[in-house]
């Protein structure tokens, strides 16, 4: 597992009371046993941001969550004072098409927005996807999620498509070629 420091030095300001020593985020495979903190961690982001990750701002049912603690993908965790596992923070799936593709998903949790772990899940995502056979990954937005688009649209990939359509988005980049 990756272990991402806390903060940057240009993050002391807002994480500055999660800055201890003690406290990290560590990047790891997604677990079955991780669906209660998915659904917890998926609970606990504003409707917009669950509008941002599931094109709705509803809960996501237990069975979804299920499915994704079951399917490819990584989760940020927060460890705390010597917490061996501490609350999920950051989810991204890779699910493959079946096609040499893959489908890419991410969510920051509210609080850790704009300090670099979006980034890190991307990264680790499409590097998950290549790893699983897939020459390309493709992710689907909602038009005007300007975070998302900013962090796959320069995530050291070529853009192989960028398709608007009835107010969605939906940005394709080729794995074929090395980040």
Excluded at 10 to 15: E, G, K, R, T
């Amino acid at each position: 597992a990756l272990t991402v420091p806390m903060r940057r030095f240009h993050d002391w300001a807002v994480m500055e009371d999660r800055s201890s020593a003690a406290a990290a985020i560590t990047i790891r495979p997604v677990r079955r046993s991780d669906g209660a903190g998915l659904a917890k961690f998926y609970d606990a982001l504003a409707p917009e941001s669950r509008c941002r990750r599931f094109l709705t701002a509803c809960v996501p049912p237990a069975g979804l969550i299920a499915a994704l603690a079951g399917d490819p993908g990584v989760v940020a965790v927060l460890n705390e004072r010597g917490a061996r596992d501490g609350n999920i923070v950051g989810h991204a799936s890779v699910q493959p098409d079946g096609r040499h593709g893959a489908e890419v998903a991410f969510a920051v949790a509210d609080d850790f927005r704009g300090h670099g772990l979006g980034r890190q899940l991307v990264s680790r995502s499409l590097k998950l996807a290549r790893e699983l056979g897939a020459d390309r990954a493709s992710a689907t937005m909602m038009l005007g999620n300007v975070p998302m688009r900013h962090l796959l649209r320069t995530a050291g990939q070529p853009v192989q498509g960028d398709r608007l359509e009835a107010g969605i988005e939906e940005i394709e980049l080729d794995l074929r070629v090395p980040a």
